[in-house]
């Protein structure tokens, strides 16, 4: 039997069938479920599933006698030895140790002189930096292709022009650092944003006491800015190892232009590209993958504990 409770409505008590909380909280449960089924539903199908199916198949070779066998682990052992591979994972580690602080200063740089106030045309500025990131990468690594010429260039034609040979921008002493210039021209603008808005969280009246002490914008800067941003730094750098890890556009567009210079395995990535859809070889490409998933993991993780350790100790 349902209970009837009493209410005042101005000057007469009505009687009321209350809500079932029990019910209530069943409906409100359920109401939850369907609005984050949608993510679960687009998260299994384009993440856990094809995931689970690259390791099934990673575990897994093709022979000419006796077709699809069971290898275990034996394409990860390959995969180990594989020189091709290591190459690529050291060579990204060259990359990452000089682009990433290069890149990461450039956007510290930009976000204190925009929270500054000192610059006139903020929002132009801040548009200009930022517009390289909506560049889709394709067509970055097209423009500065176009752009490190040697023959068609303008760099290589300023050069001529008062006498002097074109720079090889697309030799194998420059390739390295022209690729680094392509993805720092790219990601400087975004991870400005990051820093930039991570600045304006900053509460003003820790700046008005600084400044009542006498500190200048430098003092201010290095002293309260900088300490404030290491969670928005630590965010961009784990962003940054793990894009760096994934380099794939630039080194494969660029490879027509340089294919001495450019192998299949000049970044990981493109060599389980090569593997996968030029090689065919999809089984051993998937052990790769799965392994150079393992490295930018424990990359990411190296970079969080260095930095919590640095936390600790000051």
Known sequence: MSQIALTRRGPELVAVRPHRRGGLKRRQAIASY???APFFLVFLTMLVLPLVYAGYLSLFRDQLVGGTVFAGLGNYMRAVQDPLFLEGLLRMLKFLLIQVPIMLSLALLFALALDSGRLRLQRVIRLTIFMPYAVPGVIAALMWGYLYGPDFGPFAQAARAIGLPAPPFLGSQWMLGSIMNIVTWSFVGYNMIILYAALRSIPTEL???ARVDGAGE?????????PALKPALLLTTIFSV???????NEPNLLR????NVIGVGYSPNLYV??????NQDINYAAAVAFLLGIVIMIASYAVQLGALRRERRS
């Open 256 to 259: 027509s232009l340089a294919p």
């Open 242 to 248: 793990i894009g760096g890890f994934q380099l794939f």
């Open 34 to 36: 369907l609005l984050v």
């Open 273 to 278: 590209y090569n593997l996968a859809f030029v």
């Open 207 to 209: 700046y008005e006491a």
């Open 218 to 226: 430098l003092r201010v800067a290095w002293s309260i800015k900088i």
